[in-house]
């Protein structure tokens, strides 16, 4: 496999001249499978987010191939929104050359080559629903943290109907010391805004499509996010926890190489 470290190896060595260096170099960007599928290569080298497949429209044939592809090159592959039908298939036949693991509460797959090595970031992220129909996309929040290093506590079912349970959940938020609270809401969407007017982190808001009648698919909630007046929140796209936990990820690095060089 040709990586990064390889061609800088062979640049010194002066097997490589510097063009011919930069070629290689910027042949690792990107690659191809069957003309239909391109792949960024080089992303979690350089964001610290490793490549996610979007499972929903392709079929087991194509995912099977994506895994069995760009694992060995990238060292680590997430697949979310794999169909129930898919999950058990997919682990059971990638298991025979990767570690693998399959979580059906939010039908996320993660593929990693056997020598890949995880990190642990110094970082302390509190997940919170509002409801417990909003679990599945917190799960797919908090398996993501977890996978890239983050200390992860949840605190679910909050919701703004009893304010005494809000209440709670701050004071669990705060017991755990966390960095960044992901809050996730469907309905009115208020959660973000009441967590957020109590704490002094970072609260990244998800909206969900659980609800129903006017707005019922998201839209209610997105809205009252977008509009909060309690300052200090990120609010991404509907049912969006994969967009949530990197985002969180980005500022948790952050956090952790700040508190590794400070000692």
Request: aromatic content about 4%; overall charge neutral.
């Amino acid at each position: 496999m040709v990586d990064i470290r390889s061609v800088l190896k062979r640049l010194v060595s002066g097997e490589l001249s510097v063009d011919e260096a930069e070629r290689m170099i910027k042949l690792l960007a990107i690659d191809e499978l069957g003309g239909k599928v391109v792949f960024d290569r080089g992303r979690e080298l350089r964001r610290g987010i490793p490549e996610v497949i979007y499972g929903e429209g392709k079929d087991l044939n194509t995912l099977l191939r994506i895994a069995r592809e760009l694992t060995p090159k990238v060292g680590r592959v997430l697949i979310s929104r794999v169909l129930p039908d898919h999950l058990d298939v997919l682990r059971d036949e990638l298991s025979r050359d990767y570690l693998v693991n399959a979580y059906r509460s939010c039908r996320l797959l993660v593929v990693k080559a056997k020598d890949f090595r995880d990190e642990k970031l110094l970082c302390r992220v509190s997940v919170i629903t509002a409801g417990t129909a909003d679990i599945p996309i917190a799960e797919e929040v908090v398996v993501i943290l977890r996978e890239l290093g983050c200390d992860v506590r949840t605190v679910y079912d909050v919701g703004v109907a009893g304010l005494q349970r809000v209440v709670k959940a701050v004071r669990e938020v705060k017991e755990f010391d966390a960095d960044v609270a992901v809050v996730v809401a469907g309905r009115e969407g208020a959660l973000p805004s009441v967590i957020s007017s109590m704490l002094d982190i970072p609260v990244v808001a998800v909206p969900t499509s659980h609800a129903y009648g006017f707005g019922g698919s998201g839209i209610s909630a997105l809205m009252s996010m977008l509009q909060s007046c309690s300052l200090g929140i990120a609010v991404v796209n509907i049912d969006n926890g994969v967009g949530a936990a990197l985002l969180t990820a980005l500022i948790c690095r952050r956090i952790s190489i700040l508190r590794e060089r400070c000692g």
